[in-house]
C-alpha cells in the first residue's frame, strides 16, 4: 500500500485527556493529555520509572485508568473491558518477547494466534485441526505477513529456534494479523544490535506505510528521533514535553531531565 501525502493535518487517531493511574498512593501516571494523528508514529521517552509501561497498558487496556478517557475514532477505549479493547482496533507487543513454543508450536501457528480476536468460535475449531476455506484464508494471510517481515522460510520451524530478531518480527506478524488501526510497541528494538536496529527502523515505517498508527516507547534514542512524527516525554508519570523531535531534542527541561547535552543525544 502507497501512503497518501496531503497538505492537510492528519487527524487524530488516539486522544487521551487527563489520564492518571496511582498504585497503592503512588501515581504512576498524573493528568496526562497527547494527541497521535492517524498514519503517524508518536514515539514516547523518558527516564526509568517515568510511567511509560503504565501509559501503554492504560491504553492497550491491561490496566484500568483512575480519572481521565482515552477515545479511538470516536470509542471510550476507557470504557471497555480488556478483552474488547483489541476488538475496536488494538495490538501490543512487550518488552519481553512473549511466544508460543509448547506442543510443538510452529512460528506460523504463533503469527496464526494473532486472528483469534476476529473470529466465531466455529472458526476457532476450524484452526483446531478441521480444514475450510477460512482457515485457508488465514493461513494464506499469516503467510503474507511471514513474507513482509522476510520469514517466510521458517514459518513450520519452532519460534526458539530464530535468532532473537526474528523473533521479534514473529510478535510483530502476529500483531498485525490482528488488522490493527493502533500498534503499541514497548522498546522493540531492546536486545537488537547496531545493524538489526537499522533494518527495524525501515519496518516499522512500512507498517506505517500500510495504514497503522503506532506508539513507541523505545530507549534507542537514534532510532526514535529518526521514526518519530512526534515525541511524548514522560518524567515521574507527567508530560514534560512534546513536539518535532527536533523541539524536543533541543527542549532544556528534556535534555536536563533525560537527554543530557545536545552532543550526547547525537
Same mark, same amino acid.
Given at each position: ?159 526458539? #529456534? ?63 528521533? #529518526? ?40
Amino acid at each position: 500500500m502507497t501512503r497518501i501525502e496531503s497538505n492537510r493535518p492528519a487527524r487524530p487517531l488516539l486522544e487521551v485527556v487527563g489520564l492518571s493511574k496511582s498504585f497503592g498512593g503512588v501515581s504512576a501516571i498524573e493528568d496526562v493529555n497527547f494527541a497521535v494523528s492517524s498514519g503517524h508514529i508518536k514515539g514516547v521517552i523518558g527516564p526509568n520509572g517515568a510511567g511509560k509501561s503504565t501509559l501503554l497498558n492504560l491504553v492497550g487496556g491491561s490496566l484500568r485508568a483512575d480519572r481521565g478517557a482515552i477515545t479511538m475514532d470516536g470509542v471510550r477505549l476507557d470504557r471497555l473491558p480488556a478483552y474488547d479493547v483489541p476488538r475496536h482496533g488494538v495490538a501490543r507487543t512487550f518488552q519481553l518477547v512473549r511466544l508460543f513454543n509448547n506442543n510443538h508450536a510452529t512460528v506460523l501457528d504463533n503469527v496464526l494466534l494473532g486472528a483469534h480476536l476476529r473470529l466465531a468460535p466455529s472458526i476457532l475449531s476450524t484452526l483446531a485441526g478441521r480444514s475450510g476455506r477460512q482457515e485457508e484464508r488465514l493461513r494464506a494471510k499469516a503467510r503474507e505477513w511471514l513474507d513482509f517481515f522476510g520469514l517466510i522460510r521458517t514459518e513450520d520451524r519452532a519460534p526458539r #529456534s530464530l535468532a532473537f530478531g526474528q523473533q521479534r518480527y514473529v510478535e510483530l506478524a502476529r500483531a498485525m494479523m490482528l488488522e490493527p488501526k493502533l500498534l503499541l510497541l514497548d522498546e522493540p528494538a531492546s536486545g537488537l544490535n547496531d545493524a538489526e536496529v537499522g533494518v527495524f527502523a525501515g519496518v516499522l515505517r512500512k507498517i506505517r506505510d500500510e495504514g497503522v498508527t503506532i506508539v513507541l516507547i523505545e530507549h534507542d534514542m537514534k532510532l526514535i528521533m #529518526s521514526i518519530s512524527d512526534e515525541i511524548l516525554v514522560l518524567a515521574q508519570g507527567r508530560k514534560l514535553a512534546e513536539g518535532t523531535p527536533e523541539a524536543v531534542r533541543s527542549n532544556p527541561e528534556v535534555i536536563e531531565a533525560y537527554l543530557g547535552t545536545p552532543h550526547e543525544t547525537n
